[in-house]
């Protein structure tokens, strides 16, 4: 990975407060999708969760500036949603992170970084099979899992 990318994709703290401080506050989330769903095989096996299972998938894009810069897919398992932690299924446009890495119960393990494709976002065009950098994380709240991953976009400038 280019080293000018390193501290975007390696950083453990929370993207939401990088993003917020580099737009000079004028950071926003428009949610794309939040609807429960059976999580994507790959996503499964690390929450380990059994193959019938399902989640609350939520899928975003951080705007900054006016562009998109990020694309973001968060799987939550039931097990999480319940008690205390239920309000992280109404977060509405208030980001995930921003919430998350206020929590001193949370703990994240090993980065994930990896260049996919683009996947079709509504209203964004983007040339076949242009690449962007990812990365993706598996966080515990209070000990129950959920996976975080975000993806750059062509229009973040660094």
Known sequence: MPARWRPWLLDSGSLTERLLA???GDL??????????????DER?????????????REVLLIGCGE???YARSVLPP??????????????????????????ALRRRRIEVSQRPVP???????????????RRSLFHLD????????????????
Request: hydrophobic share 45%; aromatic share 8%; charged share 25%.
């Open 68 to 70: 998109p810069w990020v």
């Open 28 to 41: 926003r989330v428009r949610v794309l999708k939040q609807h429960w769903a059976r999580p994507r095989p």
């Open 120 to 134: 079709p976002l509504p209203g964004l065009e983007y040339r076949p099979a242009e690449r962007a950098w990812r």
């Open 79 to 104: 097990d999480l949603l319940r008690g205390r932690h239920r309000f992280l299924a109404h977060l509405g446009e208030r980001p995930l992170g921003g919430l998350l890495f206020r929590n001193p």
């Open 45 to 57: 096996r690390i929450l380990t969760l059994g193959a019938g299972r399902r989640a609350l998938i």
């Open 22 to 24: 580099a737009s000079g």
């Open 143 to 158: 000990g129950k899992p959920l996976l975080v991953a975000e993806m750059f976009l062509p229009g973040f400038s660094l």
